[in-house]
């Protein structure tokens, strides 16, 4: 059976706002476009499961309407929760600034999924499956209360789980006491090229591959995202290599690094070997920003659709690795 994908993170309301260009300090700038849509987390676990695995958000959600909107996308996708509803707050939200070259530009005010407890963890750990793939990010590490329980709830994760990490743009802001305990379980990190070179140093991509594979545990693997393109790839035991990407015109680069992780690791999880699961992520992410809205990526057919006359179509459409 195939591994779920189990997000131990947080999923938000995105209030999305479309601009010619960013505003000055101090300036205004009229928005062309607006869109109250699920976001965060939200987009790595849709992409997963349009891929055929199953996904399952395992953070906190509240009550009232950015909580009410979060639940009725997560169901949209058929994707289950591990935890039940908290009555004494509501989830937060993220402003995404979208300007006219599709770049993005996030504000965040977190809710209750900031208000992690012991029996909270203890509950997801209760109910992970071997060979689940737990994937973190660093908006929750950063959370001063969440950041060290799981921390502690990552480092006792048993070898049957994956874990995949990824840094997000605070990664600044990551106390080191619970930043290395996460990387040195971590199976696999997935970093943008900004986030790579603050936690590595290297301003060339595949030099700040190398670093950080260095710096994980024994047989981790990490992926350094260069947008258009593609990603640098150092899989276990192998030096990085590029695997290229694929042109498109984005018009919104909103959620396209979730929609890389999330369909990295289903296709993982589907027995795909990590260059094939890398090329088939970085179609997915350029699909994703050929398109307007946060949680764009591709199901099965669309994507082996994009992928034309890649092997990995045909093994799409032929269903391999589907649940």
């Known amino acids: ?38 976001g965060g987390g939200f987009n790595t676990l849709v992409a997963a499961r349009r891929l055929g695995t199953e996904a399952v958000f395992a953070g906190l ?22 935890l039940p509803v908290r ?19 996030f504000v965040t005010s977190f809710g209750v999924e900031a208000t992690l407890t012991q029996p909270d963890v203890e509950t997801v750990a209760a109910r992970l499956r071997p060979g689940d793939l737990v994937q973190l990010s660093g908006y929750g590490l ?16 048993p070898a049957d789980i994956t874990v995949c990490f990824d840094p997000a743009p605070l990664i600044a802001d990551i106390p080191e006491t619970v930043l290395a305990p996460v990387l040195a379980r971590a199976d696999w990190l997935s970093a943008n090229a900004r986030e790579a070179r603050l936690m590595s140093g290297h301003e060339d991509p595949r030099a700040a591959a190398a670093a ?11 992926i350094v995202r260069a947008d258009k393109d593609g990603c640098w790839l150092a899989a276990p035991g192998q030096e990085p290599t590029h695997v290229a990407g694929f042109p498109v015109d984005a018009v919104d680069s909103n959620g396209a690094g979730d929609a890389h992780v999330g369909s990295f690791l289903a296709l993982l999880s589907q027995g795909h070997d990590p260059l094939t699961a890398a090329r088939g992520a970085n179609a997915a992410a350029a699909y994703a920003v050929g398109r307007r809205g ?27 690795g589907s649940r």
Do not use: C, K, W
């Open 142 to 157: 950063v959370m001063p209360g969440n950041g060290p329980l799981l921390a502690r709830f990552t480092a006792g994760l």
């Open 1 to 38: 059976m195939n591994g779920r994908l189990v997000l131990a993170g947080n999923v938000i309301a995105d209030l999305v706002i479309e601009v010619p260009a960013l505003p000055e300090r101090g300036g205004d700038v009229i928005g062309t476009r607006t869109e109250t849509t699920a």
């Open 61 to 82: 959600h509240g009550t009232g309407p950015y909580g009410d909107l979060v639940r009725a996308a997560l169901a949209a996708e058929h994707v289950g929760t591990l």
């Open 87 to 105: 009555a004494d707050g509501d989830t937060g939200f993220t402003v995404a600034l979208i300007d006219g070259g599709g770049e993005r530009t």
């Open 212 to 222: 950080l594979r260095d710096r994980l545990g024994p047989g981790a693997g990490v």
């Open 294 to 320: 946060p949680a764009t990526a591709p199901d099965r057919a669309a994507l082996a659709a994009f992928l034309g006359e890649d092997p990995l179509a045909q093994r799409l459409s032929d269903g391999a």
